[in-house]
Structure formats: C-alpha cells, structure tokens
C-alpha cells in the first residue's frame, strides 16, 4: 500500500485509541499496519546518522532496530495516545533516536574499558558517536528550532524523507513542508553563522 494510505490507516487506528476498546490490540494492529514505514525511517536514521552501528561488533540491522523500536513504542503508548498520524510519527522518531543513541553510548563504553587481561591487545576503536563541541552546538540548535520547523527538519534533512512524504506525515501541503524547512534553515544559518567557511 502506497504512503497515503498508510496515513489513512493510522489515523483510523488512533482514532480508535480515543474509544472504550482495550488499547493495547489496537497499538499493536496500528504497529503492525505502520511497520514497513516505521523501518523505512529505521534504515534512514541508522545509515545517515549512526554508520558505524552497522559494522562489527554491533552490526545492527534495521529489523533488530524496529524490533526493539516497537516494544519501546508499545510501552510508551499505554500512557501517551497520538491522536494524529504526525503526532505517532514524531513520537516514533523520537524513540529510535533514543534507541540509538543508547546503543552508541554502550558500544563507546565497552571500547573505552581499560585492558584486563590483554595489555598487548590493540583499543578498539570508538563507535563515532563521541562529538565534538561544534557537533553537540548544532544538535542543541536544531533541538532548540521550533517544534514545527524542528519537525520537519528531521524528516527532510535528517531522515531524508522527501517533501512530498513529509507533507502526507504531517497531513500538511508540500508548500507548508518547504516554508517550515526554510524557516529552519534560516534559524539555524543565523545561530551557527561562526561555523561556516570563509569561503561560503
């Protein structure tokens, strides 16, 4: 089924949610309908933001990631109800950076443990996830954008969804998509204008 319909069906699932049913087969139902989207912005977070969890010792798949992203999403949605499908998608989006961001911290913490028994035994090196300070400021800055242009900067530029799917996430036009990035962009050109080269 094509991404407007997958839309569609989410919004239908949270609609249910606000009923008298037991909640947790309808999460799972909506889950299980969403999956293939959900592992689509899996993979792109994974390869464009976290590469070296793909490679030993990690080797992290997008199917291991959206299991554990999906028990994370189960738990979470027995308090916290999206009512729209933006509302899920972001809730979503939020968990796998946590997911991943955990599993970077536990992969930097085994590859910074002293040598026990095997002082000849070369460090292993370090998952890539340890930033400098100019990393953490634009992460802080695009954290600080406001919620709507935030948003839509993660999709667009972080998860590379396009403008058109992001449009249909967030039940918005493709135009509203454009001026909220640009917005971003701008936000974040003034705020980080000492990190540019000389030469831009």
């Given at each position: ?24 087969p309808i999460v799972r139902a ?85 040598e026990l028994y095997e002082d ?48 249909e996430i967030l039940q918005v ?28």
């Amino acid at each position: 089924m094509d991404q407007g319909n997958t839309t569609i069906e989410v919004q239908k699932y949270l609609r249910e949610l606000g009923g008298d049913a037991p909640s947790e087969p309808i999460v799972r139902a909506l889950l299980e309908r969403s999956a293939a989207r959900l592992q689509t912005l899996c993979t792109t977070m994974l390869v464009r933001r976290y590469p070296r969890l793909l490679r030993p010792p990690m080797s992290l798949q997008s199917e291991e990631m959206l299991s554990a992203i999906v028990e994370r999403l189960l738990k979470a949605m027995r308090s916290v109800h999206p009512e729209t499908p933006r509302q899920f998608f972001a809730l979503a989006n939020r968990h796998m950076r946590w997911e991943l961001n955990d599993l970077a911290r536990r992969l930097d913490q085994q590859a910074q443990m002293p040598e026990l028994y095997e002082d000849a035994i070369p460090s292993p090196e370090t998952s890539g996830s340890i930033l400098g300070a100019d990393a953490i400021r634009m992460l802080e800055a695009i954290e600080n954008l406001p919620a709507e242009e935030r948003e839509v900067f993660e999709l667009v530029r972080i998860q590379g969804i396009t403008q058109s799917e992001t449009a249909e996430i967030l039940q918005v036009s493709s135009k509203t998509v454009q001026r909220r990035l640009n917005r971003g962009l701008v936000i974040l050109s003034e705020q980080l204008s000492d990190l540019r080269p000389p030469d831009a």
